[in-house]
């Protein structure tokens, strides 16, 4: 690592702005829907108001409730109107979380421990389809509890018989994702679930991408199929507030059936000298904004405001997946219910085709198993839908057309390791900026990618993938000049 020295002298306010806004030049640009994902955005006066909640409680310590219960209003009220969207009734409870991955490591760690006291299971499985997201996998390797991943259906969803099948002394735990992140579809709850409650087992619904959407889609009389606590057998559900619900990150929820079940993933210290220390979740400090901004936005919008937004969203989804599904070679996997889904082809190679896109100025994000590229519409994308559909006609020509960069390009490719070519393209770049420099290269690289993921797949395994995705990420995580 190189080293940085501490600042001696301060700069002035402008001069530290200005470097900043210098910083984001290479950023992506959100704010004009040319990303499909990472950021949800409706309007600059929705931000507005996000940010004047935030700030209102910037310095606000949500670690003590008796200290601010402001804050504690704030949280036990988004909670029991999330829980009211998600069919729940007056016994829900449950905790916001700073995203996903928290609401998921929460409910893994609340069934394990659950488990461990009413079953006395000292070896926990849980059970999930293929496509549950990894934050499932890291909970397991935090918390020591095995995933048992179960093959998707051809029309990516989870396969019940097979899931029933995986059932043994040591589940404790079934999962199904509404939607699933992947291809956008929802796991079929009510039978995985009615599964579950028959074998007295708990089963959690990550709802994360569709929590505070799916409601709304079903309420503009969209096949929508149950997911929420109005299937019994639920027992727990996350569902993200910074994704469509359109708050300030870092915000989600998880809700839990009983309150019996949430003490499971509570702490408490009581022989500390400085004092007794409860925490209902991972972290112990708590930032108030996300919390404030979440309240403030969810009362400011409404069903009425939610209701419009997805509306939208959903006319925008329709005119994306009729345009992609015209153009010859390509479609839209499956037939998700809201608004993510995934682009892939026979004909095509979307590796070459998101590089296309990308000088375009677009910027989706690569996915193997099958090969495609993943969409995730919101508010922001309407602007766009029509100049998007454009580009993706013309580089879906280009991509089409034989050349002699495109057979150097196949044949590398077909020497590749699926695995390897859907990372995201600043990783490939340093990997291949490291592979470049051993090589004795200079470490410049085209702006093509499709080439680069597919030299990546000649790793003869994922053992050494992983490997050098933690080199990766070591790197990324360090100081360089
Ligand atoms: C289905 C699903 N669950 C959980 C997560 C994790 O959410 P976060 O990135 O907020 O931790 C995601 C993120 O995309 C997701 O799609």
Redesign the pocket.
């Known amino acids: 690592m190189s080293i940085l020295p501490f600042p001696k002298t301060s700069l002035s306010k402008e001069e530290i702005l200005a470097s900043m806004r210098a910083a984001r030049d290479r950023d992506v640009q959100w704010q004009n829907g040319r990303v499909f994902g990472l950021v949800y955005h409706v309007s600059d006066e929705i931000d507005e108001l996000l940010k004047e909640a935030f700030t209102m409680f910037f310095s606000e310590n949500g670690l003590n409730p008796t200290a601010f219960p402001s804050l504690s209003k704030f949280e036990n009220e988004v909670i029991a109107m999330a829980a009211n969207l998600l069919g729940g009734d007056e016994n829900i409870v449950g905790t916001m979380t700073s995203?996903?991955?928290?609401s998921?490591l929460m409910a893994v760690k609340t069934a394990r421990d659950f488990a461990r006291v009413q079953w006395s299971v000292k070896d926990p499985e849980i059970i999930l389809p293929s496509t549950a997201?990894p934050?499932f996998d890291k909970a397991g390797e935090y918390f020591g509890v095995r995933m048992i991943h179960v093959p998707v259906r051809a029309d990516f969803r989870a396969d019940v018989e097979a899931m029933r099948d995986a059932i043994t002394n040591n589940t404790i735990m079934m999962v199904g994702?509404a939607p699933?992140?992947p291809h956008g579809v929802v796991d079929p709850i009510r039978e995985l679930a009615d599964i579950a409650q028959a074998r007295g087992i708990l089963f959690h619904t990550?709802a994360?991408?569709g929590g505070f959407m799916l409601p709304f889609v079903r309420k503009l009389s969209y096949p929508v199929p149950d997911f929420d606590f109005n299937v019994p057998g639920v027992t727990s559900v996350s569902a993200?507030l910074?994704k469509y619900a359109y708050a300030a990150k870092p915000a989600?929820i998880v809700l839990y059936r009983t309150s019996e079940l949430r003490r499971h993933q509570m702490f408490v210290s009581t022989d500390w000298p400085g004092g007794i220390y409860p925490s209902a979740g991972m972290a112990g400090s708590r930032p108030g904004g996300p919390v404030a901004a979440a309240w403030a936005l969810l009362n400011y919008l409404g069903e009425e405001g939610y209701l419009n937004i997805t509306s939208v969203v959903m006319r925008t989804t329709k005119i994306l997946q009729d345009g992609i599904n015209a153009i010859p070679g390509l479609k839209v996997l499956s037939n998700p219910e809201m608004s993510v889904f995934a682009i892939a082809s026979n004909k095509l190679d979307v590796y070459e085709l998101a590089d296309e896109l990308s000088l375009r100025g677009w910027h989706l994000d690569r996915q193997h198993f099958p090969p495609s590229l993943h969409m995730t519409v919101n508010y922001v994308h309407a602007q766009v839908a029509d100049d998007f559909l454009k580009d993706l006609t013309e580089a879906a020509a280009t991509v089409r057309r034989p050349g002699v960069r495109k057979a150097a390009t196949k044949l590398l490719v077909s020497t590749a390791n699926a695995l390897t070519r859907v990372l995201p393209e600043k990783w490939v770049k340093s990997l291949m900026d490291k592979a470049s420099s051993m090589m004795g290269g200079d470490g410049n690289l085209p702006e093509r990618m499709a080439p680069m993921y597919g030299l990546m797949g000649t790793l003869p395994n994922r053992g050494d993938l992983k490997e050098l995705v933690l080199d990766l990420l070591d790197g990324i995580n360090t100081y360089k000049k």
Do not use: F, I, R
Not at 99 to 102: Q, S, V
């Open positions: 995203g996903g991955t928290e998921l997201h934050a994702s699933s992140y990550d994360c991408v993200d910074h989600s």
